[in-house]
């Protein structure tokens, strides 16, 4: 049986500064944690030429909406528990202590790889595009930069966070409207992008289940919401609201700008369009980046695609930041809940998290030097390994918060209607799980971990051994923190309570 042991929540060492951020504010993190303009420049490219074509802002769409259905449950959660655990919180409380301790250390592997994989990517754009200083001194010089942002109150971090953020989305929406006011050279054509077949077509073993994992992949940190719900003004309704516009912008932004990037280049030639745009040295897909700036110059002018040169380093630091506060918080929560030492709990004069903060710091920066000792290479391994390790974790944990969600209101029924309670999350547990499956079966493509002699778009798995190890590491981790929390009788009622009852 595990003990418990109470938690004096007035004790300002132990204590998240409240009050600090509004239904914006939060946005501008979960925003900036799913950077909309790498999405857009990495992984819708490789979405259309391996996935369906001009269907792929259609995968976006659904993608979008599947989260948006996870919402609903998550939403009504937030209003019952505030909890800088959050999804640990959430799964707590409706799957039982254990299990919930056990899924905070996946939730933070997926922030902490998630952060890694965007230092690896920062590291080698910087040291391939600007050169003085090799890959891993530019990222260390961001890892230095974020480590202070962290330590800052939150709002500080917010208030970058928002400027990065809103001069990104200006761009994307800029050059989407220009695209679509033209019509391209097919002129508009939605039935094509958004038709339920087209969707489909190829199947979800196939084109289609290629699209719906990049498409999930570029979702991810949408789902942070509830981690500052502690530091805003009103969390039971800053918390829901920010949830709700942060999935609604994002899917909004990502089928515009998906669609406007097939209406530039043409439904009919889309695919060989891209592939085009993309090839450097003969290799498809090596530049991806290059469709979007090539449509920004052709449909907007030569300085849209220069300003987005530098809104992608800008977008890569953004989410350097949100990750860090997300990590940060996930370990303070544990350690203010008895699952990892108790200083980790511990927050500065300014009221952030920094014992946390500089334990994240020291992790990721670990990893950074690793690498760069090894010569593994920032992009191929740090940041295609670490990006797709975190998808997976993530889309585990919103599974299990699903159904802790439908357990928790079984029990604790209240005001909450049966689509927030039932209905909602069962659709999403079935778009996640089928997500999930997709997004490990199509991992040795997501990650580059593919076995020796197999082509990763002609068949499922396949994977190498790193390719093992990073797919199945979120499920041993989840299994190894249930039985920590199992046999250390040591977590206390804060890991999952309403901090604000």
């Known amino acids: 049986m595990t003990t418990t042991r109470s938690t004096p929540q007035s004790d300002s060492q132990t204590t998240l500064r409240t009050g600090r951020l509004g239904v914006i504010g939060i946005v501008f993190f979960v925003v900036a944690a799913a950077a909309p303009l790498v999405g857009m420049t990495g992984a819708v490219p490789v979405a259309i030429v391996l996935g369906n074509g001009a269907a792929a802002p259609g995968a976006y769409l659904v993608v979008g909406i599947t989260l948006l259905l996870f919402s609903v449950g998550y939403a009504a959660m937030s209003q019952r528990v505030t909890n800088a655990g959050a999804f640990s919180a959430y799964i707590g409380r409706g799957l039982g202590r254990h299990l919930g301790s056990a899924s905070a250390f996946v939730s933070i592997l997926a922030y902490l790889a998630i952060q890694l994989a965007i230092y690896g990517f920062f590291g080698g754009l910087l040291g391939a595009q600007v050169g003085l200083l090799p890959w891993w001194a530019w990222a260390l010089l961001a890892w230095a930069t974020v480590t202070l942002l962290s330590l800052l109150s939150v709002d500080v971090g917010a208030k970058v966070l928002g400027v990065l953020m809103l001069l990104e989305l200006l761009a994307l929406v800029v050059t989407s409207v220009a695209i679509l006011a033209d ?272 082509d990763p778009t002609m068949s499922s798995w396949g994977l190498s051994p790193i390719g093992w190890v990073l797919v199945s590491l979120p499920f041993v981790l989840l299994l190894v923190g249930y039985l920590h929390s199992l046999w250390s009788h040591t977590e206390n009622e804060a890991l999952v309570k309403d901090v604000l009852s």
């Open 183 to 454: 019509g391209g050279p097919e002129g508009l054509n939605f039935w094509v992008s958004f038709n339920p077949a087209a969707i489909l077509a190829g199947g979800l073993a196939g084109s289609a289940g290629i699209a719906f994992a990049f498409a999930f992949a570029s979702f991810i940190g949408f789902e942070a919401t509830a981690i500052y719900g502690e530091e805003s003004k009103d969390p039971k309704t800053v918390v829901p609201r920010a949830t709700y516009l942060a999935v609604g912008v994002i899917t909004a932004l990502f089928a515009l700008t998906a669609f406007a990037m097939v209406t530039g280049m043409g439904a009919s030639s889309v695919v060989e369009k891209t592939v085009e745009l993309s090839s450097l040295d003969g290799v498809p897909l090596a530049d991806p980046a290059a469709v979007l700036f090539s449509l920004a110059t052709q449909y907007v002018a030569p300085w849209m695609a220069t300003v987005m040169g530098v809104l992608v380093v800008s977008s890569l630091f953004a989410g350097l930041l949100a990750f860090q506060n997300a990590a940060s918080r996930y370990l303070f929560a544990l350690g203010r809940g008895g699952a990892l030492p108790a200083p980790l709990s511990h927050v500065n004069g300014r009221g952030a998290p920094s014992t946390a903060s500089l334990a994240t710091s020291v992790l990721t920066g670990l990893v950074i030097v690793t690498f760069a000792v090894f010569g593994l290479d920032p992009v191929l391994n740090m940041f295609y390994w670490f990006s797709g390790l975190a998808v997976v974790a993530i889309v585990l944990i919103e599974i299990l918060v699903c159904i802790a969600v439908i357990a928790f209101f079984r029990r604790n029924a209240g005001s909450e209607n049966v689509v927030q309670t039932i209905i909602a999350p069962v659709l999403a547990t079935i778009g996640l799980v089928l997500g999930e499956y997709l997004l490990m079966s199509r991992f040795g493509l997501l990650a580059g971990t593919v076995a020796e002699g197999v």
